[in-house]
């Protein structure tokens, strides 16, 4: 699932949002150290929601 929160985060235009994404899919930071940073923390929860909505059945 975390890969699939980079690739969200990444698709952000916030190039600061971008370069946490990139750091993330490297292992420079973990998306726990991340949560705990107020600033990222809406990104991070918005993404975690996208990825809840979508309903693996429907896709093929």
């Not at 975390?2 to 750091?23: G, P």
């Not at 292992?27 to 705990?36: A, E, M, N, P, V």
């Not at 940073?37 to 993404?47: D, G, L, M, P, R």
């Amino acid at each position: 699932m975390t890969k699939s929160v980079v690739y969200l985060l990444y698709e952000s235009d916030n190039t600061e949002i971008k370069n946490i994404a990139a750091q993330l899919l490297n292992g420079d930071i973990s998306l726990k150290d991340i949560k705990k940073i107020k600033e990222f923390k809406t990104y991070i929860t918005a993404s975690e929601a996208k990825l809840k909505k979508v309903d693996t059945h429907q896709v093929a």
